[in-house]
């Protein structure tokens, strides 16, 4: 499949990811139109591809979602002549992206300081747990226990309340989304200079980054914050409501949109009352506050509310269930669900790329591979003959 020209057309990434982090990274590369190589493990590759149910005709879902637009390249490392093969990938790439645990990399020959100096200009990310210095770098590391360390559980859920995470792999997926920007910074800076470096963030990093209330309120007052529910940790209302059929997201964080919602509702005479006139009113009551209000938006639906607020100026939203997620006009609008067609597996759905470029825009064009699926023809590509190729392939080098 001929890929488009996306923003990031001509790069070429080597992808030695597996399971999230790094998936995601280069799935934002590949999405906008770098050439990236999944290389596996011939034995299995990527633990994501056996992780489910859901299945899709036998494949992982998970694992067709974070690998679309890559080609699989399987490939044993273990030993000499597969690292020779890395090698000589390495000459026509640009980036290279691992999440082992740090040290793999090093005891393969393939270490950020043994790449450099066969290509200078290469930039090297690595994804890890708790990154690649500091007492904890030679830790393993998962989305739940960086959700612990970086405070995020401490904060979600509601009060009194067992400990919570937040329900996504929130910094599974902002560790990729970091790594893809720093990846992005440093290409520009080696395309100017020549000079490569190493990109290195992990899953804590990407947990603490989340906590910018949390940690500048600690750092003013030494306060510890705790877990609020839906409730905003400095302004209110700005909350989950109960209706009369469910609950409605209420927006009302400024003293205009508070006027606003107010008269929307019929409640014209809180703006005056003395306990919750100003914004730190509202919020040292929110409690009292959150009760009162649903004294009045239990009367009505949701629907109801969300016309006659919107009719008002007033942001506030729907609580919606992954179906109603995807049946909404607006996401669909803006394709943020896109159907892939492909000739074993029929229709694929997949989330759409969600930055918008209006010139080079990128785009869900490939299902994600089978393992070796393209080991052929990366090797191809790559100066490999065929003699050669058989002969990897015979010896257990390379899978197909």
Known sequence: MTMPKG?????VALDLTQIMAGPVCTMMLADMGANVVKIERPNGGDDTRRMGP??????????????????SLALNLQGGEGRDVFCRLLEGADVVVENFRPGVMERLGLGYESLKERKPS???CTISGFGSSGPYRDRGGFDLVAQGMSGLMSITGFPDSPPAKVGVPITDISAGFLAANGILAAYIHALKTGQGQMVDTSLLEAGIAYTIWESSGYFADGGVPGPLGSAHRVSAPYQALRT???????????????EQFCRAVGLDGLIDDARFREPGDRKAREGELAELLEETL??????????SLATA???AGPIYNMKQVYDDPHVQARRMVVDLEDDALGTLRHIGVPVKLSETPGAVYRRAPGLGEHSREVLREFGFDEE?????????????
């Open 7 to 11: 923003p990031l057309d001509g790069m």
């Open 54 to 71: 859901p299945f899709v005709k036998g494949r992982a879902a998970g694992f067709m979602a974070l690998n679309r637009n890559k080609r």
């Open 122 to 124: 290469l930039v090297y």
């Open 244 to 258: 009369r059929d469910g609950y409605i997201n209420l927006g009302a964080a400024t003293q205009a949109t508070w």
């Open 298 to 307: 239990t009367q009505q639906e949701t629907d109801y509310w969300l016309e």
């Open 313 to 315: 100026g007033v942001v």
């Open 388 to 400: 050669k190729i058989d002969g990897l392939v015979e010896a257990g080098v390379v899978a197909e």
